[in-house]
Every structure is written in C-alpha cells, then in structure tokens.
C-alpha cells in the first residue's frame, strides 16, 4: 500500500525554466510533507517541508504548495539550476506515528544546461 | 565530521551467510532509523530507535535486527541472507517529532 506517489519517474528541463514536481498522498491523516534530494551514491538529504496547516512554504528557489483537499503537494524549483539535477523523494508522516516516514518512489530531475 | 556513517558502503556475499551493516551518527539525535531502497527504488523504513527502544518494525522478517550499543549507533544484523535481500540500505536520524531525517550514504547490498 504506497500511501505516498510520486507518477512522474523523469523530469527534463531546460536551466532557468521552472521545475515543477508533483506528489499525492492517500492517508487523510498525513500532516506534515518534506521533500528530500538525493544525488547517486549518497544519502537523501532534506531540502524543503511543510506543515498542513499551510498551504505553501518558500526557501529561495525552492517552494512547496500543499492542497489538502487534493492530497497533493508539489515543489517548484526556479530558476533551475544544473547542479538541481539529482532524485527528489517526496515524504509524509501522521501525527500518531511522526517516526514513521513514508517516502514516494522519487522523481529523476535533469537540469539542461 | 560526518553526520551519518555507515558502514560498509558495498556488501557482496552468499546466500545464507550472515552479515552486518553499521551506522553512526554525531548529531546527538534521540531517534535513528533503517530504511531499505528496494528494486523500484522506494524507501521502506524497517526499524526505528529511540532511546534504545525499538518503537517501529515494519513486517521485516525476524532475519533482520537492528542492535543499538548507545544512542548514537544502529547497526543492523542480517542472518540467512537470501536473494531477495538485494538491495540499498539507509540509516538515518533525526530530533524526533517532526524533524527531517539526515541519512547515511547507504550500503549496496548484494547477495549472490
């Protein structure tokens, strides 16, 4: 049961257009979402959250919308960069269960120079 | 000065033989995880500690336990590997709560 879905498995964009990747969710009781980066042969690293009391967080380039009704999140990244190449996991806990994380299949973003 | 270390970064070896995966963190953090990056690259957590209390364990075969000297080690034990055991494994940390989990760069584990 993948509660957490990311469709898109590639992404091509061409560097300083805007990169758009989509995330849904099925459990109603997920409430807080992150989006991890992962370059090959290294660990995810955390890039951006946001709580579902928002509807969208901002951090440079990076921003995140939240549609609850939808159980939809997506991340924008813009401009984008070459270097922004790499997986993007989308992730979501409950409230009951905040240490258990449960992460989509990723999205394989490719910046063109 | 590693957040995150776990060793080793590759594992090739035989079915039924047993192995282990160690990890470290130095981020004084109270929780620390396994997740298991499987053929279709999604991330399965498999255990969870804090305070060396194991508080999740997701349907992972009782071949697998994790074992935590202190707070800032989970290693993970694997007994009878077999096949299906191929895979990419994390260990993590975090604060707790809502905090983002920090990841180890993950042991390639192969089983021939």
């Known amino acids: 049961d993948q509660q957490v879905k990311q469709n898109s498995p590639s992404l091509s964009v061409q560097e300083g257009r805007i990169s758009i990747l989509n995330c849904d969710y099925t459990n109603s009781m997920f409430d807080y979402f992150l989006w991890y980066k992962k370059y090959p042969a290294e660990g995810p690293t955390f890039l951006i959250s946001i709580s579902s009391i928002k509807d969208k967080n901002e951090d440079g380039r990076f921003t995140v919308f939240l549609n609850k009704s939808a159980k939809h999140l997506s991340l924008h990244i813009v401009p984008s960069q070459p270097g922004d190449s790499a997986v993007y996991f989308c992730a979501a806990s409950t409230p009951y269960n905040n240490n258990d994380m449960r992460f989509g299949a990723g999205t394989r973003l490719t910046v063109k120079p | 000065d590693t957040a995150v270390s776990q060793t080793p970064k590759y594992l090739v070896t035989q079915m039924g033989n047993d192995k282990s995966i160690k990890c470290e963190q130095n981020?004084?953090?109270?929780?620390m995880y396994w997740y298991k990056q499987d053929s279709k690259k999604f991330l399965k957590i498999m255990f969870s500690y804090n305070n060396k209390e194991l508080i999740i364990n997701e349907t992972v075969p009782n071949r697998f336990s994790p074992k935590s000297p202190d707070k800032a080690h989970l290693n993970l034990h694997i007994n009878s590997l077999e096949l299906g055991d191929s895979a990419v494994y994390f260990c993590?940390?975090?604060?707790?709560?809502?905090?983002?989990?920090?990841f180890g760069n993950g042991t390639r584990l192969t089983v021939t």
């Open positions: 993590a940390s975090s604060q707790g709560g809502f905090a983002a989990l920090h």
């Open positions: 981020l004084g953090h109270d929780t």
